[in-house]
């Protein structure tokens, strides 16, 4: 099929700012809500011919999508390509019987719902309005709107939290029984007011993390779910694939289109981030032009490596001669004497168990020195 299958829409508006994110983000700013939509709508007219005929995965990020007017959101909706999986990112607070039925008269299939965690001091130190009730009340609207596959996205390393905290956070979420869970260690980048305010507790408890994601791990294939990919866990399902069709699709190295400010798109050996300015990223698009971005040419190396480095995330096996000119193969036969690499038949290659529990490091020693 010729054309891009994967298709990300970037809405950026929010009611508040966390202080860890670092998201492309606007917060309030509901009188331009309207006008972003329409700068979408006209991107994905200049862009839409790099779109296959029939589109795979559509995702709209944020920032947070619900919070997007309902008449923008809604017009927005009844403009993208239909596709066999469609999913919005939702905050808790955001969700109501209103908006659950927008969503499905849209022909949403997939809301991921940003918990976080279901600790209340927890989430006061993320900054996060939502609580642990409005998670579960909004899990419960979803699928009174009839929504079958929902994903919670859930944050460890949260500062102060402990490993009981971790438990309980795990054990809530699976009462909510969602058919994926997405666990992400918080990342809390340089100079932003949360490392700022609460730098040496992420440092002093940096030592744990292993042991924090085993944690996740062991609880949730222990309760049925695939361990698919690092940080991302399906319930298994003989009759449907559970897994973020859409974010395979990054893993996989499929190309994909990103609309929206701050979107990033790479197409064939091309990728390019949109402006992150909001004015800049309307006034273009209402002049009927591209928004300024940032262009780079992807080497093969480049390419390669990536390949490498988002396909050993997952648990299939990657062939090894798609990828051998980064690999060092010295390397390669060490990793796997250790038992952290696995070499089916010497014609693929995956991580181990114990491998893809070690993560990144295993990965980087695998990848060449070399330039192609």
Known sequence: MNGVSHLYVHLPFCAHRCGYCDFVTAVGRRDTHGAYVDALLRELELRGDLLADRV?????????????????LARLLAALPSADEVTVEANPETVTPELGALLA?????????????????????LERRAGPDDVRRA?????????????????????????????ADISEALELAPEHVSYYELEAKPGTRFTHRHGEELARQA????????????????????????????????DRDLRARHNLGYWLGHDYLGLGVGA????AALRWRNTTKLGAYVDALSEGVLPPGEPEALSADVRLRERVMLGLRLDEPLSIADVVPVLDL???DRLERLELVDKGGATTLRLTDRGRRLGAGVTAELLAYTDL
């Open 56 to 72: 795979g995965t559509v995702f709209l990020g944020g920032g947070t999508p619900t919070f997007t007017e309902p008449a923008a």
């Open 139 to 167: 899990a419960r609207t979803l699928r009174e709107a009839g929504f079958d596959n929902l994903s919670l996205d859930l944050l460890y390393g949260i500062p102060g939290q402990s490993p009981a905290d971790l438990d």
């Open 264 to 267: 990033v798109s790479t197409v």
């Open 207 to 238: 030592d744990a993390m292993e042991g924090y994601f085993e944690r996740v791990v062991d609880r949730l294939t222990g309760a049925g779910y695939r361990w698919y990919e690092t940080a991302n866990f399906a319930r298994i399902d003989d």
């Open 105 to 125: 008269e849209a022909g949403i299939t997939r809301v991921s719902l940003g918990a976080q965690s279901f600790r209340p001091r927890l989430l006061d130190v």
């Open 330 to 332: 010295a390397a390669l």
